[in-house]
C-alpha cells in the first residue's frame, strides 16, 4: 500500500500514468494497463451513466438523472459517475475510478424513455442501461472492442436537493453585474508543434472566480489578434466542459466554477498547417453569472504564440512496436498532471511519454506477468536523445514487481521517478529519463554525453507498474518543479494506433514521420542502433 503522503502525490497526478490499471486474475492484459490515466484494462473498462429528462417529480424525490452514482464493475472496480447538464441543455458527466484516482469524461449520452445510452470515446466503450421506475437505480452492459461484453449497474448514492429548496436557496437572484468577476492567467505561452500531419497549441487558462456568484464559462474562443474578427476555433457545451478541471474539487458540471473557486482549462488547438496559426491570439470568453439572464463576453489581452521550431531529437529506443503510452493528448495523464512543488503549479510532462513495447498479440509481456523479464521493454538500452551534460542521476532503487500496488518502496518527490538522469540539452532544455534499472546507469553528474550514447537500461522503479521508458523534455534540471515543452523526432515510422492495436493485425505499411511527436497511443517504429 502507498503511505497517505504517497498517495497525495499519485492523486494530483504526479507520474501517476505508470500505475498498474487492472485487475489479475481473469483479465485479458495489454499494453493499455501500463499506463494509469486510462485506468482500466480491457475488462474493466468503466462505464457511467449520462442522460436527463424533465417530467415532474413530487419534491422529495430524485429530479433526473443529475447526481451521484455509484457502481461496481467486475466485483472489485469502485465507480463514481456524477452527472449534470449544462445551460445549454447539453448531458456532461464523468466517471471517478476510486481505487485508481483518475477520471474519464462521458460523452455522446442520449436517452429514449428510461433508455439510456453513451460512449467512452477515450477507451472506445458504449454504456447501455436501463433506469428503473423510480430514478434511483440503472441496469445495463458494457461493451467495448474485444472485451465479452459486461453487466454494469449503478444506484443513486445520494439525491439532488429537493425542488422547494433549490427554490429557497435562489430566492436572492444575481443583479447586473458590473464586470465579469474572473481573474484569468496564462502560465505559459502557446506553442506550436507537429503531430499527425497538423500543427498544434497546447496550454493552460488558470481561471479564478473573484465573486460571490457561480460563473459558468459557455464558450471560449481563439481569434486572431491582429485584426481577425472571426473565430478561429471554438470550445462550448460538452467539449468544454471535458477540458474543464476543478484540481482538488469533484464538480460534476465542470466550465461552472463557484464563487471563489479556482479551475483549469487544457487547451488544445489544432491547425491545418502552420500558415494558419496566428502570430498573435486574443481569447473572447462567454459566460453566466449566477442566474442573471443575460451571459457576458470579453476579450482578453492578445498573446504571442511561439512559432519557432521546437527541438529536434533522436529516438531514445530502437526497434518496433513502441507504444506511445499516455503520449501528448488533452485527456491524457501527462497532460493534466499540474502539481505543485514549492510553492508553484507546473506541468512538467506536458507531452510526456511512456515508452511500452508490444508483442505482435498486443500484450506486453509474456508468461508470467509478476516477472518483469517476460515484459518486451525491459532490458532495452536508453540513449541519449541528443548531445548534452548530466545534471542529474539517481541510481540504486529497488525494482518493483507489476501489479498494481507492488511498489518496492514508498513514492516520495525524491523516489517517484525511480533510477533516472537528466541531462542538460542546452538552449534552457532538460531531456528527463526515468524508471530504469538499478545498477545499469553508465553515465554520472557532470559527464558530456553524444547522440546516441547508451545512458542505461529499461526497468521498472519508482512509480511504476510495468517496465517502461518515462520520457519528456522540461525547461529545468527538475522531475517536477519544471514546464514541459514540445519537441520533434527527427524521424520514425508510425505502425498503427489506437488501443487495442496489434501488430499482428498489421496489414499496412509503416507511414514514415519526419519532424513531428507522436500522439498518445500511436505505435512506431525507431531506427536500429548503429
Request: charged content about 20%.
Amino acid at each position: 500500500m502507498l503511505s497517505p503522503k504517497a498517495e497525495e502525490l499519485d492523486e494530483r497526478a504526479g507520474m501517476k500514468d505508470v500505475r498498474l490499471t487492472r485487475i489479475r486474475e481473469g483479465v485479458p492484459r495489454g499494453w493499455r494497463s501500463a499506463c494509469v490515466h486510462t485506468l482500466l484494462a480491457a475488462a474493466m473498462i468503466i462505464a457511467g451513466v449520462s442522460a436527463s429528462r424533465a417530467r415532474a417529480q413530487q419534491t422529495n424525490r430524485p429530479v433526473g438523472l443529475e447526481g451521484t452514482w455509484d457502481g461496481l464493475l467486475g466485483g472489485r472496480l469502485h465507480l463514481v459517475v456524477t452527472i449534470s447538464k449544462t445551460s445549454g441543455g447539453e448531458l456532461t458527466g464523468q466517471l471517478n475510478s476510486v481505487d485508481q484516482n483518475a477520471t474519464l469524461p462521458i460523452e455522446k449520452a442520449s436517452q429514449d424513455g428510461n433508455q439510456i445510452r453513451f460512449e467512452v470515446s477515450r477507451v472506445g466503450g458504449v454504456y447501455q442501461g436501463t433506469m428503473n421506475g423510480d430514478d434511483a437505480e440503472i441496469s445495463g452492459t458494457w461493451t467495448q472492442t474485444g472485451v465479452p461484453e459486461q453487466p454494469l449497474s449503478f444506484k443513486r448514492s445520494a439525491a439532488p436537493r429537493p425542488a422547494q429548496d433549490r427554490a429557497t436557496k435562489a430566492a436572492e437572484h444575481t443583479p447586473k453585474p458590473l464586470t465579469a468577476p474572473l481573474d484569468i492567467v496564462i502560465p505559459i505561452a502557446p506553442t506550436a508543434f507537429k503531430a499527425d500531419g497538423k500543427w498544434h497549441l497546447v496550454y493552460e487558462l488558470h481561471v479564478s472566480n473573484l465573486g460571490k456568484w457561480d460563473c459558468e464559462l459557455t464558450r471560449v474562443e481563439l481569434v486572431d489578434a491582429n485584426g481577425g474578427q472571426k473565430p478561429l476555433v471554438s470550445f462550448f457545451g460538452g467539449e468544454l466542459d471535458g477540458m474543464v478541471v476543478h484540481p482538488g474539487g469533484d464538480t460534476a458540471q465542470k466550465s461552472k466554477i463557484g464563487a471563489m473557486q479556482f479551475a483549469v482549462v487544457y487547451m488544445w488547438a489544432t491547425f491545418d498547417n502552420l500558415n494558419a496559426l496566428p502570430a498573435s491570439i486574443t481569447h473572447r470568453v462567454n459566460i453566466k453569472i449566477g442566474d442573471y439572464p443575460e451571459g457576458f463576453s470579453f476579450d482578453m489581452p492578445a498573446m504571442q504564440v511561439d512559432r519557432k521550431p521546437v527541438a529536434v531529437i533522436g529516438a531514445p529506443l530502437t526497434g518496433e512496436d513502441w507504444v506511445a503510452g499516455n503520449g501528448p493528448w488533452n485527456t491524457s495523464g501527462h497532460r493534466r498532471a499540474l502539481i505543485s512543488v514549492n510553492g508553484r503549479a507546473y506541468i512538467s510532462q506536458r507531452y510526456a511519454i511512456d515508452w511500452v513495447e508490444l508483442y505482435p498479440d498486443g500484450k506486453t509481456y509474456q508468461g508470467d506477468p509478476a516477472d518483469n523479464k517476460n515484459y518486451r521493454a525491459y532490458g532495452h538500452e536508453i540513449h541519449a536523445v541528443a548531445d548534452g551534460v548530466v545534471t542529474e542521476t539517481k541510481d540504486g532503487l529497488p525494482q518493483n514487481t507489476p501489479g498494481a500496488k507492488s511498489l518496492a518502496i514508498p513514492i516520495t518527490l525524491e523516489t517517484i521517478g525511480g533510477n533516472h538522469v537528466i541531462i542538460d540539452m542546452g538552449n534552457g532544455l532538460y531531456a528527463f529519463y526515468a524508471h530504469m534499472q538499478p545498477g545499469s546507469l553508465r553515465v554520472k553528474v557532470g559527464e558530456k554525453v553524444k547522440a546516441r550514447q547508451v545512458l542505461g537500461l529499461l526497468g521498472n522503479t519508482g512509480n511504476s507498474s510495468e517496465p517502461h521508458l518515462h520520457f519528456d523534455i522540461c525547461n529545468a534540471s527538475s522531475m517536477l518543479a519544471c514546464e514541459g515543452v514540445p519537441y520533434a523526432f527527427a524521424s520514425f515510422e508510425m505502425e498503427g494506433k489506437g488501443e487495442g492495436w496489434k501488430p499482428s493485425d498489421s496489414h499496412e505499411a509503416a507511414l514514415k514521420k519526419e519532424m513531428e511527436i507522436p500522439l498518445e497511443d500511436e505505435v512506431v517504429r525507431f531506427s536500429p542502433a548503429p
